[in-house]
């Protein structure tokens, strides 16, 4: 979702797990090349979220559990 120029992206996993959230202007970039734009919150048992800015530009976002 997008709002006051933030994005956020939520999701449901189980609980306790630790996620982190990857960012890359294209699809072309390996996956381990990916900037890392920091930690995914649990707002509840297994609903995690996570909000960053938005650049202006177009970009993809995923998630990974983090090492």
């Not at 449901?12 to 990857?22: I, R, T």
């Not at 960012?23 to 996570?50: A, H, K, R």
Request: no cysteine; proline share 6%.
């Amino acid at each position: 979702a997008v709002s006051g120029g933030n994005f956020t992206l939520g999701f449901q996993d189980v609980s306790g797990v630790s996620f982190e959230a990857l960012y890359s202007p294209d699809l072309i970039t390996p996956v381990s090349d990916w900037q890392n734009i920091g930690n995914v919150s649990e707002i509840s048992s297994g609903n995690y979220q996570f909000t960053t800015p938005m650049s202006g530009s177009q970009g993809f976002y995923t998630v990974r559990v983090a090492p």
